[in-house]
């Protein structure tokens, strides 16, 4: 038995997240919803003729993107690596695609291997929205303080307990995470806010980004962060920005 390690490239916005939608008592016709582990399972057991079971770095939520997700499967299967991913991209819809396909140690989880994970949050920041980025950032026509912006957002860096920034209804989970790096970068008329960190709470990427554009357009003082991460309520804090600007671009192990 072998194990394989998938690199993942997909774009969110036809899907219901990454994770399985588990079959309900009451639904007797239950339909599977369309989901990212759904449609690669369906086309790893329609090519290798198994029970295949995989095991991902990070679920995504409904309208994420990935750019590299990483998960992880064990297989008997001994189809050399360049054919497998090849058959796999043939089968697989135009949204989602195998970027790159390893053999690993027994050992390997995608999830409890990972030491870090980087996502960007892109937003669009000019006077007219674009068509064929609609699906992909958040469109924000403010003008923006961007040294107010990267001042605050420093604040973040280290381990914090970022209760603020997690979603009220998931507030029993632990909320003490690592912040690696927080950067943001302009592009044009793009706006990049990536951040690197231990492991994320639900929603905290797309909370932390409501909150610095609040901090960009003048909404929130000089020292909001800091009083905000302090105060550990999610209340104080910006809004969710939409689903459809967040990104995995990498999984570090």
Not at 62 to 69: I, K, R, T, Y
Request: hydrophobic share 40%; proline share 4%.
């Amino acid at each position: 038995m072998h194990n394989f390690k998938l690199e993942i490239e997909y774009d969110g916005s036809a899907y219901h997240g990454w994770q399985v939608q588990n079959k309900t008592k009451a639904s007797a016709h239950y339909q599977p919803k369309r989901t990212i582990q759904y449609v690669l399972e369906q086309v790893l057991r329609k090519l290798l003729q198994e029970n295949i079971k995989l095991i991902v770095a990070g679920r995504t939520d409904s309208g994420v993107h990935a750019l590299s997700q990483v998960a992880n499967f064990k297989s008997s299967t001994s189809m050399p690596l360049q054919r497998l991913r090849w058959a796999l991209n043939c089968l697989l819809p135009e949204d989602v695609k195998i970027t790159r396909i390893s053999k690993v140690d027994p050992g390997f989880n995608s999830r409890f291997c990972a030491k870090s994970k980087l996502y960007r949050y892109s937003i669009l920041n000019r006077k007219y929205s674009s068509p064929l980025l609609a699906s992909r950032v958040y469109f924000f026509h403010h003008p923006l303080d961007l040294g107010a912006m990267r001042k605050e957002a420093k604040v973040l860096l280290g381990r914090h307990n970022f209760k603020s920034f997690q979603a009220a209804e998931l507030r029993y989970r632990n909320p003490m995470r690592t912040i690696k790096s927080i950067r943001i970068i302009k592009d044009k008329d793009l706006l990049h806010i990536d951040i690197e960190a231990d492991s994320f709470l639900y929603n905290m990427v797309r909370n932390i980004a409501g909150t610095l554009l609040e901090i960009g357009r003048g909404r929130f003082l000089k020292g909001s962060m800091r009083k905000i991460l302090e105060a550990r309520n999610r209340k104080l804090a910006g809004p969710a920005l939409p689903a459809k600007g967040l990104c995995l671009v990498k999984v570090r192990y």
